[in-house]
């Protein structure tokens, strides 16, 4: 059950093509995942599709619809598809697991945080997109945020003082949160994180750690 939704000007944004490819990303994987969410972002895409047939026509400029025509094609290829291929119930959805290289979270090739963490790059900033997996019981520290953060939970969950988050969730982070999340007891927590900006931890050691290799 997802309790934890991404804000509607998110959606939006997501839905009229406007995000960065790693938060468009993070986006889709929730959606993957939320039926509640898809239909706000197929409501969105309708309204646009209104919004559209109501604009009053403009001349076309000589060559306009090949141009169009080639951007869309460049669109299609580069956008990843929401749905999950076929065959039981995929630990990462798509459009994540394009993204992998990988049909399974036991092939990723994880680099060593701190005793009990790991995580994979995937995107390189700004808006930086990693997988980050936790031992049960195992944190990250306390810090806040130099930008937004937006996580979405892969397998497991953690918690922290905004609430508990589990498969699905989508979770906001912004530069007034200082938090402190801790996977929760039972299996590992895995998480897709988006980071618009470096985290700023409260003990230095972690902090220098995390620059060192590329947290
Ligand atoms: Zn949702």
């Not at 934890?4 to 995942?33: C, N, Q, W």
């Not at 956008?79 to 076929?86: F, K, T």
Request: aromatic content about 6%; some cysteine; hydrophobic content about 40%.
């Amino acid at each position: 059950m997802i309790t934890h939704h991404p804000a509607d000007s998110l959606l939006l944004k997501h839905a009229a093509g406007a995000a960065h490819e790693a938060v468009s990303l993070i986006v889709a994987t929730h959606l993957a995942l939320c039926p509640a969410c898809r239909r706000v972002v197929k409501l969105a895409e309708h309204a646009g599709g209104i919004l559209l047939e109501n604009l009053t026509p403009e001349p076309l400029t000589t060559g306009a619809w090949e141009h169009l025509a080639a951007r869309l094609d460049e669109a299609e290829a580069a956008a990843p598809s929401i749905v999950a291929r076929s065959g039981g119930t995929p630990t990462i959805p798509e459009p994540l697991r394009s993204y992998l290289g990988a049909d399974g979270l036991d092939k990723i090739r994880w680099n060593f945080v701190l005793p009990g963490l790991a995580f994979r790059p995937l995107l390189p900033g700004p808006f930086s997109a990693k997988l980050v997996r936790s031992k049960p019981g195992s944190s990250i520290g306390l810090h806040t945020h130099k930008g937004e953060e937006f996580s979405v939970v892969l397998a497991g969950g953690y918690s922290d003082c905004s609430g508990q988050y589990r498969r699905g969730d989508f979770h906001t982070a912004t530069p007034d949160l200082l938090h402190r999340p801790v996977a929760d007891q039972g299996e590992d927590c895995i998480v897709l994180a988006v980071t618009e900006a470096p985290l700023a931890f409260r003990n230095p050691p972690i902090g220098l750690i995390a620059s060192l290799i590329g947290y």
